[in-house]
Nanobody, 125 residues
Framework: QVQLVESGGGLVQAGGSLSLSCAAS???????????MAWYRQAPGKQRELVAA???????NVVDSVKGRFTISRDNAKNTVYLQMVSLKPEDTAVYYC????????????????WGQGTQVTVSS
């Protein structure tokens, strides 16, 4: 199986920057089978929403609300995905969750979808 641990959240003023990291650990076969890694966020009273995703080959997808301000990247050698956030706005306040999709993990009886515990990002106005 795969375990995801996020770090880097915190409190920042509007216009500031934060960087989030998510390190994946687990069996070598599962880690090497991770396809898409993504960041989601959930604000109070709202549904969890996709923020950005990156495939194993480096193809990225960033939602319009954060495009130009958030950058997702991935270091496959370190099994880590990053989210660089600049020009933060109060509406970016949320718990940010790391997600890993591992379609081949089901071949060994493991789940194909993993979540981290979440890290709080708070942007003050």
């Amino acid at each position: 199986q795969v375990q995801l641990v996020e770090s880097g959240g915190g409190l920042v003023q509007a216009g500031g920057s934060l960087s989030l990291s998510c390190a994946a650990s687990g069996s070598t076969s599962s880690i090497n089978s991770i396809d898409i890694m993504a960041w989601y966020r959930q604000a109070p009273g709202k549904q969890r929403e996709l923020v950005a995703a990156i495939g194993s080959g480096g193809t990225t997808n960033v939602v319009d609300s954060v495009k130009g301000r958030f950058t997702i990247s991935r270091d496959n050698a370190k099994n880590t995905v990053y989210l660089q956030m600049v020009s933060l706005k109060p509406e970016d306040t949320a718990v940010y969750y790391c997600n890993a999709w591992c379609p081949l993990c089901t071949a060994v009886g493991d789940p194909n979808d993993y979540w981290g515990q979440g890290t709080q990002v708070t942007v003050s106005s």
